[in-house]
């Protein structure tokens, strides 16, 4: 069958069709968002193709059309930069790891539904979550997605990876040879110290979109969050918020409403910080400030 191509503003995208349908089968550009058509020559789009957008390193969105029914094995797979996926809430097929290894996969979201509304925009990043965090294909499932069911089970499936032992998966990491060998992935310290780099950002991804959390679970994810940050044995929150969101008011503000920000802990989070993310230091120094004042009065009205 003849391949087609059709241009898109920095790029091309490959299709064929099939029985008065087409299918994308491959894209080549640099393109940061890419909008799916739903038609080519008045043939509904119908399939992304295996590998389509195997290891592209610049797409950051993809939008989809309503006429997709179904995304091939690897299709997004190895997209590093992949952040947000725009597509209809129907029934899909999904072929192996069409998302694998997305890392940054961040949100995946009805383009028909409401984007402002809290269910909507948690719901989005909790359904991402299953594929980039949670290693959970069975809960990628965009016809229950938000339900009491589907929440539960999401929980589940997070508190159950926020229970393993640090050091699990450690050997047989190194029985398989996943790592080179003399790499620092093969210090256990430093593998432990990755576990709970990603237990932290999955607390704080679930405490950030809480549609349907329960109080246990918040406390649970809470406590967690507390005991690895600035000051305590080891420091996982703080070290994710400052080297991955480091200008990121959304996250300090998350910290100090959390509580991970105390007199104890702020002059090294200051020095940690040195000379960079200066307007996130201001917000951190005028927080800082604010409760040294009210922990002053409350005193001087005590005494």
Not at 258 to 272: A, I, K, P, R, Y
Request: glycine letters at 6%.
């Amino acid at each position: 069958m003849r391949i087609k191509e059709t241009d898109t503003p920095q790029g091309v995208l490959q299709y064929r069709l099939i029985d008065n349908q087409a299918e994308i089968i491959g894209y080549r550009g640099k393109d940061l968002e890419v909008v799916i058509p739903d038609r080519m020559e008045d043939c509904p789009v119908t399939c992304i193709g295996k590998k389509a957008f195997l290891s592209n390193k610049m797409l950051k969105q993809i939008t989809l059309p309503d006429s997709i029914m179904r995304i091939d094995d690897w299709a997004f797979a190895c997209c590093a930069k992949l952040t947000k996926i725009i597509l209809p809430y129907h029934k899909l097929e999904i072929g192996q790891g069409a998302f694998r290894e997305c890392d940054r996969l961040e949100q995946i979201i009805d383009e028909q539904g409401d984007m402002t509304g809290k269910k909507t925009i948690d719901v989005g990043y909790l359904l991402a979550a299953t594929m980039s965090r949670l290693n959970a294909f069975y809960l990628f499932d965009f016809e229950n997605a938000g339900t009491d069911n589907w929440l539960a089970q999401w929980d589940t499936r997070m508190l159950n990876l926020m229970g393993l032992d640090d050091a699990d998966g450690f050997s047989r990491m190194l029985l398989c040879g996943e790592e080179d060998y003399g790499s620092k992935e093969n210090n256990l310290e430093y593998y432990m110290s990755q576990q709970r780099k990603g237990k932290v950002r999955l607390a704080m991804l679930r405490l950030m979109h809480d549609y349907g959390l329960q109080e246990a679970a918040r406390a649970y994810l809470r406590n967690y969050l507390l005991e690895h940050m600035k000051g305590q044995a080891t420091e996982e929150t703080w070290l994710v918020v400052l080297e991955e969101h480091g200008d990121e008011r959304e996250y300090y503000r998350f910290l100090t409403e959390l509580g991970c920000v105390t007199t104890e802990n702020f002059q090294s989070m200051m020095e940690d910080m040195g000379d960079n993310h200066t307007e996130m230091k201001a917000y951190l120094m005028r927080y800082h400030s604010e409760q040294n004042t009210k922990e002053d009065a409350f005193d001087a009205f005590v005494l």
